[in-house]
T-cell receptor, first 112, second 114 residues
Framework: RKEVEQDPGPFNVPEGATVAFNCTYS??????FFWYRQDCRKEPKLLMS???SGNEDGRFTAQLNRASQYISLLIRDSKLSDSATYLC?????????????FGTGTRLKVLA | DAGITQSPRYKITETGRQVTLMCHQT?????MFWYRQDLGHGLRLIYY???????DKGEVPDGYVVSRSKTENFPLTLESATRSQTSVYFC?????????????FGPGTRLLVL
């Protein structure tokens, strides 16, 4: 079992739809959580950090559930430009330092 | 320009050759990372560095060597390239430990080993 797991998708949704992704993590010592976006053949870029109280950035809302060890990303009013792969990332302590663990990503296709 | 750069962007080499991928960042971030990305595996950590002269293995370090004599540079060397090392390589730096802990990625190097 991978330490960070995501549904690979693809999620095909029409423009204007609301779509949600979940990500589960297995290490309860994980401390920081992020969603990154990666466009085809490009580098990953930070979409948003995920805070315990949940946080929102425009059409994007992230939630963290420590008890169940999952994080979620909700995208409202999907745009064509939202088509990308969304990576769940967890930062956890290891051997006196910290390590970022990446999920394999969830592909989103927003259709006209 | 400020940021994180990688060179070369594309590289074709032959099995057995030594290849060095360069990574340079201008933010003076302490942490730097090397990842490879392959279909079905996502991003896998090869090596990371917490500061100059401090490096440590990641998930898939075999066949790779790193060094970090200066904070801004973190080269990755494939000592004797193999076909299984054909991949896209991303370098990243992080402002960890900080409030944001964001990782910033370079544009990637696409390596083909024949």
């Amino acid at each position: 079992r991978k330490e960070v797991e995501q549904d690979p998708g693809p999620f095909n949704v029409p423009e204007g739809a609301t779509v949600a992704f979940n990500c589960t993590y297995s290490n309860s010592a994980s401390q920081s959580f992020f969603w990154y976006r990666q466009d085809c053949r490009k580098e990953p870029k930070l979409l948003m950090s995920v805070y315990s109280s949940g946080n929102e950035d425009g059409r994007f809302t992230a939630q963290l559930n420590r008890a169940s060890q999952y994080i979620s990303l909700l995208i409202r009013d999907s745009k064509l430009s939202d088509s990308a792969t969304y990576l769940c990332v967890v930062n956890r302590p290891t051997s006196g330092t910290y390590k970022y663990i990446f999920g394999t990503g969830t592909r989103l296709k927003v259709l006209a | 320009d400020a940021g994180i750069t990688q060179s070369p962007r594309y590289k074709i080499t032959e099995t057995g050759r030594q290849v060095t991928l360069m990574c340079h960042q201008t933010w003076s971030h302490s942490y730097m990372f090397w990842y490879r990305q392959d279909l079905g595996h996502g991003l896998r950590l090869i090596y990371y560095s917490a500061a100059a002269d401090i490096t440590d293995k990641g998930e898939v370090p075999d066949g790779y060597v790193v060094s970090r004599s200066k904070t801004e540079n973190f080269p990755l060397t494939l000592e004797s390239a193999t076909r299984s090392q054909t991949s896209v390589y991303f370098c990243a730096s992080s402002d960890f430990p900080s409030e944001k802990e964001t990782q910033y990625f370079g544009p990637g190097t696409r390596l083909l080993v024949l």
